[in-house]
């Protein structure tokens, strides 16, 4: 048991022996008075925070077929400091705005100045580490990049094209690596198995058996998973972690796998890595997964957590409904896979038992006639929560509908699939009388609530329209809808 958490601050190796569930922001502004990490709103939703994390874990290796883990160089992302907990750093590299810096500007600090890109300031560090995180991992961005990477960086003064200009120009120059440790320094900072301090404990288990003990041992500490939703508590509310069970280093958690005719998820693989490997597979989901938060959000949420949390309007669990995704539930007892619609029970209640995670979600991959599409719809296109969020999913066979699956996210307590809507659809030619079936048997099901996103009767509007949108893209009239 370790007191301290170990870590590369800007390039050197640092401890700090403060409770694991202070954030990142504070640490950083109260003790070694790196301020230029701001606060502005401490949910994760504005970016003023921005940092960088580094681990040699999180580049994913592409093989097919077998256990992918996380290793090779070091990978940077950027993340919001403000709902980041000190315990998620230890084993890691941050590096904050101050140490983009050497002898000269960061490259994205010249081109942010040359174009005059800031003027209040307050969002700027945060937007620098941004467009640094860009820079440094994806060679050959282009304009959608650039737009990804800053939809997590809220600017209200300058206006984004002096800033997406400045991005450009760093990418036009072939980007720019982050100074730092090499793979090998890290093994001077190994994540400790617990560290406990100041009356918190925080494991970090590296195998899902040793996770699975602790969970019988533990079952009221907390699961932890990127803590995007977790640590918005902790920042709004204060509230402390007095025992955390971390899953970012449970290998078994963090494997992405590729059968001849699945896909499977750990637990642990975040959304950005979820959106590496369905893109190819699934474009409509990749289009929903880029505006699954920000690039900030993506790199840090996992797709463990999205279904953990419950929440009647997660983006991940309407999609992978209707894929036909299967969730595994592992404790020391054993593994059950349920189909993912039996996982969800009422509000915010799930299948999970005290002693359980969710060790893995998979889904098939695209049959012969299989047309997927998924919509999210809210109030700003990026960085936004669902209002409703409607995924489908059909298979047809000689002109008729074989099969059909439509799931629907912010209409009920749970995410829920839509039973008599797809019966309306399977038989059917997919023609307009089949379609006006599907939408009407939508409205006699669904009984949303009014809140300040939308109201009852929008919401049963909008998802019974966007049966006949699905019905539209598949026959190739919409086009896709992209960032204004
Ligand atoms: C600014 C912002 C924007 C967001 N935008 C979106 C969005 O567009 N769409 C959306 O759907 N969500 C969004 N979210 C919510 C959040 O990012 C997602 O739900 C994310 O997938 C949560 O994953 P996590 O790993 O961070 O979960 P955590 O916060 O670590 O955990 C969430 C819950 O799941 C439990 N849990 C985690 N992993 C497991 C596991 N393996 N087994 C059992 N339980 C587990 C935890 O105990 C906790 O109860 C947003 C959040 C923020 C702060
Ligand atoms: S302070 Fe706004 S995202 Fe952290
Ligand atoms: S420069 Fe003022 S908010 Fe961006």
Same mark, same amino acid.
């Given at each position: 048991?370790?007191?301290?958490? /170990?870590?590369?601050?800007?390039?050197?190796?640092?401890?700090? @022996?403060?409770?694991?569930?202070?954030?990142?922001?504070?640490?950083?502004?109260?003790?070694?008075?790196?301020?230029?990490?701001?606060?502005?709103?401490?949910?994760?939703?504005?970016?003023?925070? @921005?940092?960088?994390?580094?681990?040699?874990?999180?580049?994913?290796?592409?093989?097919?077929?077998?256990?992918?883990?996380?290793?090779?160089?070091?990978?940077?992302?950027?993340?919001?400091?403000?709902? #980041?907990?000190?315990?998620?750093?230890?084993?890691?590299?941050?590096?904050?705005?101050?140490?983009?810096?050497?002898?000269?500007?960061?490259?994205?600090?010249?081109?942010?100045?040359?174009?005059? &890109?800031?003027?209040?300031?307050?969002?700027?560090?945060?937007?620098?580490?941004?467009?640094?995180?860009?820079?440094?991992?994806?060679?050959?961005?282009?304009?959608?990049?650039?737009?990804?990477?800053?939809?997590?960086?809220?600017?209200?003064?300058?206006?984004?094209?002096?800033?997406?200009?400045?991005?450009?120009?760093?990418?036009?120059?072939?980007?720019?690596?982050?100074?730092?440790?090499?793979?090998?320094?890290?093994?001077?900072?190994?994540?400790?198995?617990?560290?406990?301090?100041?009356?918190?404990?925080?494991?970090?288990?590296?195998?899902?058996?040793?996770?699975?003990?602790?969970?019988?041992? /533990?079952?009221?500490?907390? #699961?932890?998973?990127?803590?995007?939703?977790?640590?918005?508590?902790?920042?709004?509310?204060?509230?402390?972690?007095?025992?955390?069970?971390?899953?970012?280093?449970?290998?078994?958690?963090?494997?992405?796998?590729?059968?001849?005719?699945?896909?499977?998820?750990?637990?642990?693989?975040?959304?950005?890595?979820?959106?590496?490997?369905?893109?190819?597979?699934?474009? &409509?989901?990749?289009?929903?997964? /880029?505006?699954?938060?920000?690039?900030?959000?993506?790199?840090?949420?996992?797709?463990?957590?999205?279904?953990?949390?419950?929440?009647?309007?997660?983006?991940?669990?309407?999609?992978?409904?209707? #894929?036909?995704?299967?969730?595994? #539930?592992?404790?020391?007892?054993?593994?059950?896979?349920?189909?993912?619609?039996?996982?969800?029970?009422?509000?915010?209640?799930?299948?999970?038992?005290?002693?359980?995670?969710?060790? &893995?979600? @998979?889904?098939?991959?695209?049959?012969?006639?299989?047309?997927?599409?998924?919509?999210?719809?809210?109030?700003?296109?990026?960085?936004?929560?669902?209002?409703?969020?409607?995924?489908?999913?059909?298979?047809?066979?000689?002109?008729?509908?074989?099969?059909?699956?439509?799931?629907?996210?912010?209409?009920?307590?749970?995410?829920?699939?839509?039973?008599?809507?797809?019966?309306?659809?399977?038989? @059917?030619?997919?023609?307009?009388?089949?379609?006006?079936?599907?939408?009407?048997?939508?409205?006699?099901?669904?009984?949303?609530?009014?809140?300040?996103?939308?109201?009852?009767?929008?919401?049963?509007?909008?998802?019974?329209?966007?049966?006949?949108?699905?019905?539209?893209?598949?026959?190739?009239?919409?086009?896709?809808?992209?960032?204004?």
């Amino acid at each position: 048991m370790s007191q301290t958490i /170990r870590f590369f601050l800007n390039g050197q190796k640092q401890e700090a @022996s403060v409770r694991p569930d202070m954030t990142v922001l504070d640490w950083l502004r109260s003790t070694p008075r790196l301020t230029g990490t701001k606060e502005g709103c401490a949910e994760g939703d504005c970016g003023a925070c @921005s940092v960088l994390i580094g681990d040699p874990w999180f580049a994913p290796r592409q093989t097919q077929g077998e256990e992918t883990h996380h290793e090779g160089e070091v990978h940077y992302h950027a993340a919001n400091s403000c709902i #980041l907990a000190m315990g998620q750093i230890d084993g890691r590299a941050l590096v904050t705005v101050e140490g983009l810096k050497g002898e000269q500007l960061h490259p994205v600090q010249e081109a942010m100045a040359e174009n005059g &890109s800031s003027q209040c300031g307050f969002c700027t560090p945060g937007i620098v580490i941004s467009l640094a995180g860009l820079a440094a991992g994806k060679a050959g961005a282009n304009d959608d990049d650039i737009h990804d990477a800053l939809a997590g960086n809220l600017c209200r003064c300058t206006g984004y094209r002096p800033i997406v200009e400045a991005g450009r120009k760093v990418i036009r120059a072939g980007g720019a690596k982050i100074a730092g440790p090499q793979v090998a320094a890290f093994a001077k900072i190994e994540p400790h198995a617990t560290i406990s301090a100041s009356g918190a404990t925080f494991h970090q288990p590296a195998s899902l058996n040793v996770l699975l003990q602790l969970r019988k041992e /533990r079952p009221e500490a907390i #699961l932890l998973g990127g803590g995007t939703d977790l640590g918005v508590a902790l920042a709004d509310y204060h509230s402390g972690w007095d025992e955390v069970v971390s899953l970012a280093h449970v290998s078994e958690l963090r494997a992405v796998r590729e059968t001849e005719n699945h896909l499977s998820f750990g637990a642990a693989v975040t959304w950005e890595e979820v959106l590496e490997r369905v893109a190819g597979f699934y474009p &409509s989901f990749a289009t929903l997964i /880029r505006r699954f938060g920000s690039t900030q959000i993506r790199s840090m949420g996992t797709i463990g957590g999205n279904i953990g949390t419950a929440s009647p309007i997660g983006d991940g669990p309407p999609a992978l409904i209707a #894929l036909g995704a299967e969730v595994e #539930l592992a404790s020391l007892s054993g593994h059950r896979f349920l189909p993912l619609e039996d996982f969800f029970l009422y509000y915010r209640k799930t299948e999970l038992r005290p002693d359980e995670v969710i060790a &893995s979600v @998979s889904i098939p991959k695209p049959g012969e006639g299989q047309e997927f599409r998924v919509y999210k719809i809210s109030k700003r296109y990026d960085q936004d929560i669902s209002t409703v969020c409607a995924a489908f999913s059909i298979v047809r066979e000689e002109g008729q509908v074989r099969s059909a699956r439509i799931a629907y996210g912010g209409m009920a307590a749970t995410p829920q699939r839509a039973g008599q809507a797809e019966q309306a659809l399977v038989g @059917s030619s997919f023609d307009r009388k089949a379609i006006d079936a599907c939408a009407a048997a939508i409205t006699a099901q669904f009984k949303p609530l009014t809140d300040w996103r939308g109201s009852a009767d929008y919401r049963l509007k909008v998802a019974a329209n966007l049966a006949e949108r699905f019905w539209r893209d598949v026959a190739g009239e919409t086009v896709e809808v992209m960032a204004l």
